[in-house]
């Protein structure tokens, strides 16, 4: 009788080891659309325009399942470091040109990933087309490159990846 205990035993203690790993295990996100952005960033899309040579572009993925806002930023030109970037747009409030998440750049060139978990108004306004990129520098404080975040196709499915 405890021999069969035993046996009995052993497996289901495999097994609750084993299920209790699921529990930190994340699959990825959802199957289903996930929009994605285009911003071409340059000097004549500041306000007032800029006459920098600095060129840039973000790339960005929306997941709306989690919320969360996915980018690979790249600069080039630019007048000197980057002094501060965000994402812009509208804040709730009656201000359109509100600097929202602030894009942290640890090294200048090269391109730079980013993330952001949004609100429901901050992807809605994103969706939209309200949102832009600007990129400061010590030349430049209002502003030296620029570029809205254009949704470049309707949808694009996470299971197509």
């Not at 306004?125 to 949102?131: F, K, P, Q, Y």
Request: glycine share 12%; proline share 9%; charged share 15%.
């Amino acid at each position: 009788m405890k021999r069969i205990s035993s046996l009995l035993l052993a497996p289901l203690l495999v097994g609750l080891v084993l299920l209790a790993g699921c529990n930190t295990f994340y699959p990825g996100e959802p199957a289903g659309p996930r929009p994605r952005f285009n911003a071409a960033l340059n000097g004549g899309n500041e306000v007032p325009a800029t006459s920098s040579p600095a060129r840039g572009t973000m790339v960005a993925d929306y997941l709306p399942a989690t919320k969360i806002l996915h980018w690979q930023l790249t600069m080039r030109d630019l007048s000197g470091p980057v002094t501060w970037a965000f994402l812009c747009g509208p804040d709730g409030v009656g201000n359109d040109n509100a600097e929202l998440v602030p894009i942290n750049l640890v090294l200048e060139g090269g391109t730079h990933p980013g993330g952001v978990t949004l609100t429901d108004q901050q992807a809605t306004d994103l969706i939209a087309g309200r949102w832009y990129v600007n990129i400061k520098t010590e030349k430049y404080p209002a502003g030296e490159i620029r570029g809205p975040l254009v949704r470049t196709d309707q949808a694009r499915s996470v299971a197509a990846r």
